[in-house]
């Protein structure tokens, strides 16, 4: 007599099937063990379409029994091909493991770190194969395949009705008769006003400092407790062309509110990540020339408005020989503002022949060639404006119209921008 039982290790735990007892004696045993084989094979089969893992053991002994078996054992099995598939699936599952599901911090560190190295590898293979057809194709004369253009939040931008073409006759009209017109024609030299709130900071006065080196004809006027109506009549009597107020909050400049004169507009601007000139490492100290003004990306109706009144703040003949850049650059509806200066040096090269041997004049001494560098030196300030609001004539709380106001439901997507 020999027992035989049925071990089968799944999701469910682990199911001991004490299948049946039998005794080899005559033909009639012989039939029932047929029917019995019947019924294992469709108990397996069930097993193995719920992807588990099986194992076949005897019940008395300790060898398992492997997949080596005989072919006549395994023929009318119907779950093989499933099984291989199932186990081809768990290991591409395993190879394919995020780092973000393993919780063990050294083995996710691990696998990032693989992961990013595998991903550094496809891209060198890539550039490679890229430089390689180029070349072929400049050898055989053809042309090289097309340089392909990054996808980026920039370049896949919301469509914008009020974007500015270049062959827009009533935008040009418009900057005819706007406020700025005057000031950009060089009718009237522009005159600033730059004052603070009425709680000064220690760092407020050290950016506006900053602020008068960088614009011409600035003039600081201590606030005191004057309302901004009355500085801003003041300003008109005075013949100024603009009020920059610098507004601190817990000891750091916030906010920077532009109105121009006489007729505004009033642009609110978010002030942020202000770098002050002293903390700038290699700066520069700027010089008493006009500067150069570098505007760009505003490209909607918006933004070049925006753009004409942060130009009518600077003087319109700027002064070459200074070799000063004041640059405003918008991304993504953020203004970068940053302060240069280009400087021009000389450098001595080496000279070398078609060898790649250093060349040499009659007495053996090596030729050298000058060649004019140039390179940029900041200045100081750094910081960034976010536009808030622009509000049409100059500055009123209470019956001012706006022209533009920034509101949280106006961020429905990551590619949607104003200016």
Sequence with gaps: MSKCHWAVK???????????????????????????????????????????VYRIRPAGGTTKMSGKRKKSENEGFEGD??????????KKEKSEILPSSIKNKEKRSAVHAKLKHQKKLDKRKKLKAREASIKRALELGEEPPAKQIPRTIENTREADETVCMPDDEELFAGNDADEFSSVLKRERTPKILITTCRFNSTRGPAFISELLLVIPNAHYYKRGTYDLKKIVDYANN?????????HTNRREPDALLIIGLPDGP?????????????????????TGHQPELVLNNFTTRLGHRIGRLIQSLFPQDPNFRGRRVVTFHNQRDFIFFRHHRYIFETKESKQSD?????????KGESITKEKVVARLQECGPR???????????????KGGEYEWVHKPEMDTSRRRFFL
């Design 81 to 90: 091909d499933d099984t291989k598939n199932s186990n081809k699936k768990m």
């Design 238 to 246: 005075k013949e100024f062309t603009s009020i920059i107020v610098v």
């Design 266 to 286: 009033t642009a609110h601007f978010k002030l942020s990540s202000l770098i002050l000139r002293k903390d700038i490492k290699n700066h520069g100290n700027p």
């Design 383 to 397: 910081f960034t404006l976010k536009l808030v609001s622009l509000q049409h004539g100059t500055f009123n709380t």
């Design 354 to 362: 078609s060898k790649g041997e250093k060349a040499k004049d009659s």
């Design 10 to 52: 799944g999701d469910f735990g682990l199911a001991t099937i004490h299948y049946f007892s039998f005794v080899l004696l005559g033909p009639k045993e012989n039939q029932t063990l047929d029917s019995n084989r019947k019924t294992l094979e469709s108990i397996y089969t069930l097993y193995v379409r719920c992807e588990s």
